[in-house]
T-cell receptor, first 110, second 112 residues
Framework: GQSLEQPSEVTAVEGAIVQINCTYQ??????LSWYQQHDGGAPTFLSY????GLEETGRFSSFLSRSDSYGYLLLQELQMKDSASYFC???????????FGKGTTLSVSS | DAGITQSPRHKVTETGTPVTLRCHQT?????MYWYRQDPGHGLRLIHY???????DKGEVSDGYSVSRSKTEDFLLTLESATSSQTSVYFC???????????FGPGTRLTVL
């Protein structure tokens, strides 16, 4: 079966860097995705890693190590608006569906 | 933003009544998904569709059925609602594979 583990909560201050880890177990690997969800809102896509290494998109980066079944989301120059829940997800059913982790709540304080 | 809407946005119903939630997209995307989100559980996949009339079960499909008769519409039906189905329901779409999904605004369903 598929399962994902990520920390339930992370706190940081404005301007800091924070890393949210995700470890997964899956039968067949179809990529690791990250989504952001603000309170009361819908999840929005942040990034996707199919191959090992770092993908950078502005202040956000995502890393994948397939040999370690591990990835992380790195948020730099944190802003108050980054306070949200962050979900990692892995593909299954030959990549036609996603299984989501339970989410990490990031609280950014001034 | 991807053109994806859900209706209704809020619904209160009683145990034992049938409920249908609608997801509508204007993007002509192949894949459509229904999730439920509950505190402490994250997003859990209920059913998904990979084409018109092509659907499959997700992690938590018991008590739910779906239909997709047109590319743009994906319906989720609770045949006989129970209090355990009180949740926020999200629809999502994707074009090529599951990795990049766009979510609708959600439907908050309360079953009394």
């Amino acid at each position: 079966g598929q399962s994902l583990e990520q920390p339930s909560e992370v706190t940081a201050v404005e301007g800091a860097i924070v890393q949210i880890n995700c470890t997964y177990q899956t039968s067949g690997f179809y990529g690791l995705s990250w989504y952001q969800q603000h309170d009361g809102g819908a999840p929005t896509f942040l990034s996707y890693n199919a191959l090992d290494g770092l993908e950078e998109t502005g202040r956000f980066s995502s890393f994948l190590s397939r040999s370690d079944s591990y990835g992380y989301l790195l948020l730099q120059e944190l802003q108050m608006k980054d306070s949200a829940s962050y979900f990692c997800a892995v593909g299954y059913q030959a990549g036609t569906a996603l299984i989501f982790g339970k989410g990490t709540t990031l609280s950014v304080s001034s | 933003d991807a053109g994806i809407t859900q209706s209704p946005r809020h619904k209160v119903t009683e145990t034992g009544t049938p409920v249908t939630l609608r997801c509508h997209q204007t993007e002509n995307h192949r894949y459509m998904y229904w999730y439920r989100q509950d505190p402490g559980h994250g997003l859990r996949l209920i059913h998904y569709s990979y084409g018109v009339k092509d659907t499959d079960k997700g992690e938590v499909s018991d008590g739910y059925s779906v239909s997709r008769s047109k590319t743009e519409d994906f319906l989720l039906t609770l045949e006989s609602a129970t209090s355990s189905q009180t949740s926020v329901y999200f629809c999502a779409i994707s074009s090529v594979s599951a990795d990049t999904q766009y979510f609708g605004p959600g439907t908050r369903l309360t079953v009394l």
